[in-house]
DNA sequence: GTCCATGCAAACCTTTTGCACTATA
DNA sequence: TATAGTGCAAAAGGTTTGCATGGAC
C-alpha cells in the first residue's frame, strides 16, 4: 500500500525504530513516516498539520494511526505533546534542541516563542524541598502580547470588573 | 421554576451581580446558584463537581447554562479556569487565595497542591527584556510525586528509551 | 498460524449552538 | 414590552475504539 521510501531513513526515526524493537513492536512503514514528519519539522505541529504533511509527501494514512503512532512517540518520550488551550494538541520532537524549555504564547497572533529558564530549577528545588514533592516534569507558559502584536499597536481588552477586587 | 434562595447572598456572589450589573446582563436566579457553587469551594471544580453540587443543593440547572455562566465568570476575571490534561477544565475562583499561584500535580493519586513562586516575576521580567514580550499571565505547573505518595512507596514508570539520548 | 497494525467508521466526551419558551429589567 | 436567559436536544470538534482486513515473522 505505502510505497518504500525513496529518502533514507533519518537518524531520529531510527531512533524511534530502536524504542519500538525495544518493546516488542513492529517498525511499520506508517510509524516511520509520521515519525520522519515529526521529526523533520521544528514547529508545534497539530494532527492536521501531520496529516497535511504526509498527503503532501504522498502518504495517505489514517488519522487513528497517526494519533496511535503519537501516543507512541510521546511514550518513548522523543516527542513532547503540548496543549496551548487550542482545544486540541499539538507535537513537538525533543531532540536537536533545548530538551526542556518553555513557552511564550501572544495572545492576539496565537505566535508560540520557546525559552530557556534556569530559574525554574530553583522552584523545583524549593518545592521538593517545602512539600516532599518529587518533581519529574513541568510546564510554563507565559501568556501575553509578542513584540511584533506590541509593535503593531495591538492592545488586549480587559473584561474584568470596573474595579479591582481586593483579596480577603 | 426556580425556588427563591433560603440563604442570603454571599458578598462574591454580590460582586460577580456588580459585573453583569456593569455589563448590562440580568442577574438570574441560576448565575447566582452556579457562581454561589464556585465561590463556596476552595476546589478546582469540574463542570460535572458543579452539576453534582447544585443538584445537592436541590437546584436543576442544565449544562449548557452552566457553560455559559462559568464564561461569564471567568469573563469577570473572578474565577479562573484550569486544564490538568483531563480531558475537561476546571474552574477556581480568585477570591480569598493569592491571586497569583502555581499547581503541583501529582501524577499518581491527581492530587493538586498550591504554591506561590516569587522566581516567576524575576523571570517575567527577564522575558519581557529579551523578547520585548508583554506578559499578562502565565501559568506553571510542576508535575511528580507528591509527599504521601512518596511515602507509600510509589513510583512512576519511566517508558522511554533505554539508552538516554544526546540531543544534537 | 499467530500476533499485531491499519483504515474506516462509529463511538465518545466535553463543549457549543439552535431554537422554542420564559423570565428579567 | 423588549431584551436576553434558560433548557433541551442536536451539533461540533478532537480523540478513541471496534472490527474486519491484511502484512510480518
Redesign the interface.
Known amino acids: 500500500m505505502i510505497p518504500p521510501a525513496t529518502t533514507a531513513v533519518s537518524p531520529f526515526v531510527r531512533?524511534f525504530g530502536?524504542?519500538l524493537r525495544?518493546h516488542g513492536l513492529p517498525v511499520t512503514p506508517q510509524r516511520q513516516a509520521v515519525a520522519e514528519v515529526v521529526f523533520s519539522s521544528t514547529e508545534h505541529l497539530s494532527v492536521d498539520d501531520i496529516e497535511r504533511k504526509l498527503r503532501e509527501g504522498g502518504e495517505r494514512i489514517g488519522k487513528a494511526t497517526i494519533y496511535r503512532t503519537l501516543d507512541l512517540l510521546v511514550?518513548?518520550?522523543?516527542v513532547a505533546e503540548r496543549?496551548f488551550?487550542e482545544g486540541f494538541k499539538r507535537y513537538e520532537h525533543?531532540?536537536?534542541?533545548?530538551?526542556e524549555h518553555e513557552h511564550?504564547i501572544?495572545?492576539r497572533c496565537g505566535g508560540v516563542?520557546e525559552?530557556k529558564?534556569e530559574?525554574?530549577q530553583?522552584?523545583?528545588v524549593?518545592?521538593a524541598g517545602?512539600?516532599?514533592?518529587?518533581?519529574?516534569?513541568?510546564?510554563?507558559?507565559?501568556?501575553?502580547?509578542?513584540?511584533s502584536c506590541?509593535a503593531v499597536g495591538a492592545d488586549?481588552p480587559s473584561?474584568?470588573?470596573?474595579c479591582p477586587?481586593e483579596?480577603?
Chains 1, 2 share one sequence.
Not at 517545602?130 to 513584540?147: M, N, Q, S, V
Open positions: 531512533l530502536r524504542y525495544e511514550r518513548s518520550k522523543l496543549d488551550n525533543r531532540l536537536s534542541r533545548q530538551p511564550l501572544c495572545q516563542t525559552f529558564s530559574e525554574i530553583a522552584i523545583q524549593h518545592i517545602r512539600f516532599g514533592f518529587r518533581p519529574t516534569r513541568h510546564k510554563l507558559e507565559i501568556y501575553g502580547l509578542c513584540a506590541i488586549l473584561e474584568g470588573l470596573t477586587i483579596t480577603v
